[in-house]
């Protein structure tokens, strides 16, 4: 059992930035893929970026590369997700979820286990 709790959203304009984490408590962290998610009211929840159980690999949605990084810290069960350059269109509630899968499914949110509770990002305009 994996219990994941998001933090570090908030308002920012446009250009700015934000620093997401997501705490895990539970056993065996190091052994889920962790990917971050996002999602507007009325739609459905997409990917964004996941990060390999050793903390390499990362892979990221085409609208974020080159703005946001994904990282994670076995020893302090946390991943975090460093967003830049933020747009308008990236507002929404972003989360944590750890999975078993491989990277060919990360995108996939029937693939994870357990989910955080979300946290919201609003970038004005």
């Known amino acids: 059992q994996v219990q994941l709790v998001e933090s570090g959203g908030g308002l920012v304009q446009a250009g700015g930035s934000l620093r997401l984490s997501c705490a895990a408590s539970g056993r065996s962290f190091s052994a889920y893929r962790m990917t971050w998610f996002r999602q507007v009211p009325g739609e459905e929840r997409e990917f964004v970026a996941t990060?390999?159980?050793?903390?390499?690999?990362?892979d990221y949605a085409d609208f974020v590369k080159g703005r946001f990084r994904i990282t994670r810290d076995n020893a302090k069960n946390t991943v975090d997700l460093q967003l830049n350059s933020l747009k308008p269109e990236d507002t929404a509630v972003y989360y944590c979820?750890?999975?078993?899968?491989?990277?060919?499914?990360?995108?996939?949110?029937?693939?994870?286990?357990?989910w955080g509770q979300g946290t919201q990002v609003t970038v004005s305009s």
């Open positions: 990060i390999s159980t050793g903390g390499v690999l990362p």
């Open positions: 979820a750890a999975g078993r899968s491989g990277v060919r499914d990360a995108y996939r949110t029937e693939k994870y286990d357990y």
